[in-house]
């Protein structure tokens, strides 16, 4: 990692502080090398550092969990003992909740791993006001580019959004936006050139499989897993059923449903359920599925910058962007000022909304479009949806993102704005 790279700011910050002076215990998952590590052991200089890929610790924690851990947060003070690779420990979580229970301090302990160690039912109930869950995910673009949070949910929940609120977005042209889908967001990563980037993307995703996947559960063939995530990576974006995906697969339902579930919970995806309005039969049940790094996905497709030109592939872009912008959506989500939820929803007549979210008597719809001009027939659906649709019921927000470089209204609480808003200042 460069010395740049070492101190781009990540917005978790707040919550994570927030998190360890409110919780006894603070659970930080997320993807393998999205800086995990780095971000607590530069948070929380004063704790004192274990990590379980370290054979001999993970030995030791196995044997005596308890009493290793009671050990190892004697003298600590007000300082935690922090876990990296938690997941690797089958009996942690329960000493973890054995030492807490008897021990009423804030912050006692910071785990960090690619999956959540609590997976439990009885632990992780057990625990519930004691411990808090947050995830890393890969860089957005605004921790990138070193700007504030992005405030766009705050901006469109509002009783009246204002396009003046929104900073006017820096110029953005279509092959600077094709140059950030095709980085990703992994620090150590997304400045390498391009076939080196892809080379070791792709080699990142042999990794998983080959260790992390072993941590949630014993697979029995990881070359058909394998050869899942190369579909859901050509499915990005897309609303996926099952009993298909198991026909091209040749694998069964239960283990395509089993092998879906490991990579959500590794956030290699990302699924959007099918928002419900509860008005009748005619809406779609069925999905949306994310891969949560744009690099990722365009590694495993071997795309290419060439891939997008106009005589080649340019509506492969579309799936893509959508995927990039929920995305930088789901990044910004916990540092928003409400709980919002993600969704999708399309009806049996084809009429659908790419992101929908939930913010209770609010809604905000949002359309991406992967081109620089934008028009009336864009804002269809949102319409329909506000006016006549499941939303009339509710205070509606459409946002079409686009590859322009304009702010626009198209009345009714209907906007169009450039991709390019997602790490803009915003005054809410």
């Known amino acids: 990692m460069t010395d740049a790279e070492d101190y781009l700011p990540r917005h978790l910050v707040a919550e994570l502080e927030d998190a360890i002076a409110t919780a006894r215990v603070v659970n930080l998952i997320g993807p393998r090398q999205v800086g995990k590590t780095t971000l607590v052991r530069d948070l929380f200089g004063n704790g004192r550092f274990i990590t379980l890929d370290d054979a001999a610790v993970l030995a030791a924690i196995e044997a005596d969990p308890e009493g290793q851990l009671t050990s190892l947060i004697e003298n600590l003070d007000a300082a935690p003992l922090i876990i990296d690779e938690a997941q690797r420990s089958k009996k942690l979580a329960l000493a973890i909740k054995k030492v807490v229970d008897a021990n009423r301090r804030k912050g006692q302990f910071v785990l960090t791993g690619s999956s959540n160690v609590f997976t439990t039912t009885d632990v992780a109930d057990s625990l519930a006001g004691r411990m808090r869950t947050l995830k890393l995910w890969p860089l957005s673009v605004a921790e990138i ?26 110029p953005v042209s279509r092959s600077d936006y094709i140059a950030l889908v095709l980085q990703g967001g992994f620090p150590e990563t997304r400045e390498l050139p391009l076939r080196s980037r892809q080379r070791q993307y792709r080699d990142y995703i042999d990794a998983v499989v080959e260790r992390d996947v072993a941590d949630i559960t014993p697979v029995r063939r990881p070359d058909a897993l394998r050869i899942l995530i190369d579909h859901m990576a050509a499915r990005s974006a897309q609303e996926i059923n099952v009993s298909e995906l198991s026909k091209l697969t040749k694998l069964q339902r239960s283990t395509v449903e089993q092998y879906l579930d490991i990579l959500l919970r590794l956030s290699m995806l990302t699924k959007l359920g099918a928002w419900t309005s509860g008005e009748g039969k005619r809406e779609i049940k069925n999905p949306k599925y994310h891969f949560a790094d744009s690099g990722i996905a365009c590694a495993l497709r071997r795309f290419t910058e060439a891939t997008f030109t106009i005589d080649n592939n340019p509506q492969a872009l579309g799936g893509l962007l959508e995927s990039f912008v929920l995305n930088e959506i789901q990044r910004a989500i916990p540092m928003q000022d409400a709980d919002y939820r993600l969704y999708h929803w399309r009806s049996a007549d084809q009429r659908e909304i790419d992101i929908l979210i939930d913010g209770g008597s609010h809604l905000v719809c949002v359309e991406v479009k992967a081109s620089a001009s934008v028009g009336s027939e864009d804002f269809k659906h949102l319409k329909w949806f506000s006016k006549d649709g499941p939303g009339r019921s509710r205070t509606c927000t459409g946002i079409v993102f686009y590859l322009g470089q304009e702010k626009l209204t198209f009345g009714g609480r209907n906007f169009a704005l450039p991709v390019s808003a997602l790490w803009s200042a915003i005054n809410v």
């Not at 509002?158 to 003046?164: E, I, S």
């Open 145 to 170: 580019k070193r700007a504030p949070v992005n405030r766009l949910m705050d901006w469109a929940m509002q009783n009246d959004p204002k396009l003046q609120q929104i900073a006017d977005p820096a």
